[in-house]
């Protein structure tokens, strides 16, 4: 069975800061890693999809980083904002269609 | 611009009862599936489909029934519920392949007492 992890589970920073998420897996056969956020009592919504030929991926202030050697991905915000307030969830992607998730990151931003 | 809707967003059943949890895609996505949201288990997936009348089982499917009769919709069927499947329930759907995202729905509160 794959396992994904995310560590810390509870991430608190004052505004402005930069920060890095963490994602684990324990098989490196993926076929891609997805970034997600939850806000609470909403669904996820994809931030950043990462393909297993690819090292990274940027979106504004996000940028998501593959390395499929270690079994790790990163998230990484700039310049933290209160609004970036949310769970935060990979999910990596093997054959058959399956997405395997970690259990998220709760980031709170402090204004 | 709908992407994925469940309903019933909120549902309150007694052990032993029925129901059916809605979720409709208007995308045109072959891939739906279902999961379900435990506190420090993350998502799960329960069923998923990849076309019409095309479903199977994914890592959680005891108590779940699901048939995909049209592209559009793919319903989630508790035969008779149990406090073990109180639980959030999330719809997503995607075009299946591997360089494409997947859509979630907001997601079906169900409590069973």
């Known amino acids: 069975k794959q396992e994904v992890t995310q560590i810390p589970a509870a991430l608190s920073v004052p505004e402005g800061e930069n920060l890095v998420l963490n994602c684990s897996f324990t098989d490196s056969a993926i076929y891609n890693l997805q970034w997600f956020r939850q806000d609470p009592g909403k669904g996820l919504t994809s931030l950043l999809l990462?393909?297993?030929?690819?090292r990274e991926q940027t979106s504004g202030r996000l940028n998501a980083s593959l390395d499929k050697s270690s079994g790790r991905s990163t998230l990484y915000i700039a310049a933290s904002q209160p609004g970036d307030s949310a769970t935060y969830l990979c999910?990596?992607?093997?054959?058959?269609?399956?997405?395997?998730f970690g259990t998220g990151t709760s980031l709170t931003v402090i204004p | 611009n709908a992407g994925v809707t469940q309903t019933p967003k909120f549902q309150v059943l007694k052990t032993g009862q029925s129901m059916t949890l809605q979720c409709a895609q208007d995308m045109n996505h072959e891939y739906m599936s279902w999961y379900r949201q435990d506190p420090g288990m993350g998502l799960r997936l329960i069923h998923y489909?990849?076309?019409?009348?095309?479903?199977d089982q994914g890592e959680v499917p005891n108590g779940y029934n699901v048939s995909r009769s049209t592209t559009e919709d793919f319903p989630l069927r508790l035969l008779s519920a149990a406090p073990s499947q109180t639980s959030v329930y999330f719809c997503?759907?995607?075009?299946?392949?591997?360089?494409?995202?997947?859509?979630f729905g907001e997601g079906s509160w169900l409590t069973v007492v």
């Open positions: 489909s990849v076309g019409a009348g095309i479903t």
């Open positions: 997503a759907s995607s075009t299946g392949t591997s360089g494409n995202t997947i859509y």
């Open positions: 990462i393909q297993s030929s690819q």
């Open positions: 999910a990596a992607k093997y054959t058959g269609n399956q997405f395997y």
